[in-house]
């Protein structure tokens, strides 16, 4: 029981709270509670915790408050919930730093396979040829600065990414000349949402495109495969 990893449930309603610790226990995780920030920060600083499933509505410092401070100091995976189910809510969730973003009601099953998910992308992530502090990736005339999460051009200037945009060329840069599906790229980059996230997929491409691409309205590094997907179509080397 104590390999398994260790989730944080910071959720203010009880109900909700004791049913996902009993859940995640009965299928061999371990879990904390905490009701609000205070309490997470005391968990935090005095248990080693695999994955934070964080709240977007608490009482006292809010969830996106909390994701943000989280992120500012680790990459710890981070699940939201929320009663809310507009659209933009969930974008600014994970562009936040969130990994996952689940709306209520959910059923405690998805709950535990968004869980594992995220966590076995996490560690893949975390391998030390990919993500240590000398980790770079070439392509064209950029370099990627993995674990600095910095992209810099040939002048040495750097282009600021938002998280999404960092998670989703990083996708692509471990999978160069691969046609991925937008489920795939939901998957390899910022994790399935509900209700059609796959249309934010399609708006991070574009983002990312006038980032890197010389002509965005033409792009000509990652393609579009009409019926397929993506395909980021240069070598890349420092893998």
């Known amino acids: 029981m104590t390999n398994e990893p260790h989730i944080l449930v910071v959720e203010d309603n009880r109900h909700i709270r004791e049913l996902i610790i009993r859940y995640l226990h009965e299928h061999g995780l371990q879990a904390s509670p905490a009701v609000n920030g205070r309490e997470m920060h005391a968990v935090l600083a ?16 809010d969830g996106l408050t909390l994701c943000r401070e989280v992120r500012s100091q680790s990459n710890m995976p981070i699940i939201m919930l929320t009663a809310m189910s507009a659209h933009t809510d969930r974008v600014v969730g994970l562009e936040m730093g969130a990994d996952d973003y689940l709306t209520k009601p959910f059923d405690p099953g998805e709950l535990l396979a968004r869980i594992r998910a995220v966590l076995r992308r996490s560690q893949h992530q ?26 810099v051009d040939r002048q040495g200037m750097i282009e600021p990414l938002s998280n999404g945009e960092f998670d989703l060329l ?3 840069l471990y999978h160069p000349r691969k046609v991925l599906s ?21 708006t991070q491409v574009m983002r990312l495109r006038r980032k890197i691409e010389a002509d965005p309205k033409d792009p000509q590094i990652i393609k579009t495969v009409w019926g397929g997907g993506y395909m980021f179509t240069l070598a890349v080397s420092g893998t």
């Not at 005095?46 to 410092?61: A, E, F, N, Q």
């Not at 937008?182 to 399609?202: E, K, V």
């Open 46 to 61: 005095k248990t080693t915790i695999d994955l934070i499933v964080l709240d977007r509505m608490l009482p006292g410092v």
């Open 126 to 151: 975390d391998c030390p040829d990919r993500s240590g502090p000398e980790a770079v990736i070439h392509f064209a005339d950029w370099t990627l600065h993995v674990a600095r999460r910095e992209l």
């Open 170 to 172: 990083l996708a692509f």
């Open 182 to 202: 937008r489920d795939q790229l939901l998957d390899l980059a910022r994790g399935r949402t509900a209700d059609n996230y796959d249309r934010s997929m399609d």
